[in-house]
């Protein structure tokens, strides 16, 4: 059973930044693909970012491309999400996530249904 936990989030002014992380248990996460969703109130889950195993590859949709970067650490079994210059609109539950057998290219895992576990999520707030 592999085991998520997202950590970091919290209350930010617009125009500050976050940076949120997610510990992953399981004994081969280097070969994990990555990412990073967030539910608003009243919207969808969406995606926000994935990462290959190697970290070599990533997307980002793209409302967060050039403030948000998505890294990890395989020697830690962490995934980062560095969120700059934010907003109000990117309030939301930021959920990590992972597919312990990836066999597709990175842009496959915009997809929610692309990944075979998930954390609990973690809030992050951006007030006005």
């Known amino acids: 059973q592999v085991q998520l936990v997202e950590s970091g989030g919290g209350l930010v002014q617009a125009g500050g930044s976050l940076s949120v992380s997610c510990v992953v248990s399981?004994?081969?996460?280097?070969?994990?693909?990555m990412g990073w969703f967030r539910q608003a109130p009243g919207k969808e889950r969406e995606f926000v970012a994935a990462?290959?195993?190697?970290?070599?590859?990533?997307e980002y949709t793209d409302s967060v491309k050039g403030r948000f970067t998505i890294s990890r650490d395989n020697a830690k079994n962490t995934v980062y999400l560095q969120m700059n210059s934010l907003k109000p609109e990117d309030t939301a539950v930021y959920y990590c996530?992972?597919?312990?057998?990836?066999?597709?290219?990175?842009?496959?895992?915009?997809?929610?249904?692309?990944?075979?576990?998930w954390g609990q999520g973690i809030q992050v707030t951006v007030s006005s």
């Open positions: 399981g004994r081969t996460f280097s070969s994990y693909a």
């Open positions: 990462i290959s195993s190697s970290g070599g590859s990533t």
């Open positions: 996530t992972a597919q312990t057998s990836p066999a597709r290219a990175t842009s496959y895992y915009r997809q929610s249904r692309s990944y075979n576990y």
